[in-house]
């Protein structure tokens, strides 16, 4: 059984790094109704799979998740709403801009944030005290990371996989293709 969420986790802040899962979760918000792929798709001018894995992935993140409400007519595909933890979640509407907020840095805060770190790592009391502080608090540190659990990590098998069969196969192909081996089964 799967544990219900209180909190959307961090990293959707990548996500709305992105310009595209950006605009995709900026649509399905504005809309205030369950949005269909296909009408993403048009309003995005984009293709209707990287829209679907887009938004996957985001289902898992836990910001939008598959309408159970039912349709009018019956299109294609699933639609996607905003789930209750984004809509409460001030950061991540901050991130997508649809709410005021001084969350997210401008240039200049960012070139100012980018020279204050500069000066830290050369600063080597300041890197000691912060290896003796780390290593005191190894045990709470490991306790609130939980367990790792890579939200790509079965994409990427699957490629890994696919791309093993793909050169077994150009491989096995280009045996057949040889003269040398045509020669050889002639000669058996």
Known sequence: MRRRQKHLPFA???SIRNPFSRELLRRCVLAQRPVSLDE????MEGLRSTIRDHAEELEILGALK????????????HRYEPTRLLMDSEW???GLGLMPGDRWLTDEDRDELDKHIGERRNDKEFKE???RRM???RDVLEALAGPDVPVRLWRRALAS???RVKRKRRQVRHRRNKPEAKRHRLKK
């Open 135 to 137: 290593e005191e608090d």
């Open 40 to 43: 993403l798709a048009e309003s």
């Open 92 to 94: 991540a509407l901050v």
């Open 129 to 131: 005290r912060l290896r």
């Open 12 to 14: 959707l802040g990548a």
């Open 66 to 77: 598959v309408s159970e409400e039912l349709w009018p007519w019956r299109p294609s595909g």
């Open 161 to 163: 996989v696919r791309l």
